[in-house]
């Protein structure tokens, strides 16, 4: 061993598997498959009104419903957040941006939406004919790609977030201090 080695701090650092931020986007994700319309199912379940007839129709009816809630409560915490952010109440989100935003926050919840009302009880049963090994591999291809899409729109979000208070703050650059 060297002389310099000696005097040298050592630190033995061990990196966090999952930061903060990591385990918002991981809550964020989870909260997706929570809605409340999920209680219309389990009370048609509970008295036994859940034959196939009303099924095809109904889950995919409270899947759309229940995604648009949850679109549109997305949407204002995003809006509000930004203004919180910008510390102004006249933030002008243009067309483009907020379309985008919804889409994919829409299409992202209607497919997590589907796939928690999909395996309550024996609903699954009414909506496709397919086997279960089937159902199980489709489960586990759209629970993956509905979090890669999630982790993208975070992301996305994040850097339009970015873009406002960068375009917002941009005359402050030139300031000398």
Not at 34 to 59: G, Q
Not at 70 to 87: E, G
Request: hydrophobic fraction near 40%.
């Amino acid at each position: 061993m060297k002389k310099d080695d000696e005097r040298r701090l050592h630190v033995s650092y061990i990196p966090r598997l999952i930061t903060k931020r990591k385990q918002k986007v991981i809550y964020q994700y989870a909260q997706r498959f929570y809605t409340p319309y999920i209680f219309v199912l389990w009370i048609l379940v509970a008295f036994d009104i859940d034959d196939c007839s009303h099924m095809k129709y109904i889950v995919p009816f409270l899947t759309v419903v229940a995604s648009i809630h949850a679109t549109v409560y997305k949407y204002d915490t995003y809006y509000k957040d930004l203004m919180y952010v910008m510390q102004t109440e006249s933030i002008e989100v243009d067309w483009y941006t907020k379309m985008h935003y919804v889409t994919f926050e829409f299409i992202i919840q209607i497919f997590c939406c589907f796939v928690s009302m999909y395996w309550v009880d024996e609903v699954h049963t009414c909506m496709f004919d397919l086997n279960r090994k089937y159902q199980s591999s489709l489960f586990i291809t759209v629970i993956m790609l509905t979090f890669v899409l999630h982790v993208g729109h975070y992301k996305q979000t994040k850097k339009q977030t970015e873009y406002f208070v960068r375009s917002s703050y941009n005359h402050l650059t030139n300031v000398d201090v």
